[in-house]
């Protein structure tokens, strides 16, 4: 059983930083992780993704050149950093381990999950 824990979330102003954890328990560090966030009322949506061994990356189009992602396999942990912050980027940051060869911008594309942790920006 897989089971994964995110941390590092919190109350932070516009143009702060904040880095976020997912640390997992089983088969973790051969799969590509990614991470979602889902705003009150929204549907759930990509952030980035890391392949197993952190040679790739995926961002969406609004966080590149803001937020970083990582991996310590080591560790069995996964980082997000995000700078610059925003206030629409509130939201409940989640984590993921996605599916061999499915799609990496969708949540169909990830079978275990975290709880969230909650990332709020004040304007």
């Known amino acids: 059983q897989v089971q994964l824990a995110e941390s590092g979330g919190g109350l932070v102003q516009a143009g702060g930083s904040l880095r976020l954890s997912c640390v997992a328990s089983?088969?973790?560090?051969?799969?590509?992780t990614g991470w979602f966030r889902q705003a009150p009322g929204k549907e759930r949506t990509f952030v980035a993704a890391i392949d197993r061994s952190g040679g790739n990356t995926y961002y969406d189009d609004s966080v590149k050149g803001r937020f970083t992602i990582s991996r310590d396999n080591a560790k069995n942990t996964v980082y997000l950093q995000m700078s610059s912050l925003k206030p629409e980027v509130t939201a409940v940051y989640s984590c993921?381990?996605?599916?061999?060869?499915?799609?990496?911008?969708?949540?169909?594309?990830?079978?275990?999950w975290g709880q969230g942790t909650q990332v709020t920006v004040s304007s």
């Open positions: 089983g088969a973790f560090s051969m799969y590509r």
């Open positions: 993921a381990r996605g599916k061999f060869g499915s799609v990496i911008k969708y949540p169909s594309g990830y079978d275990y």
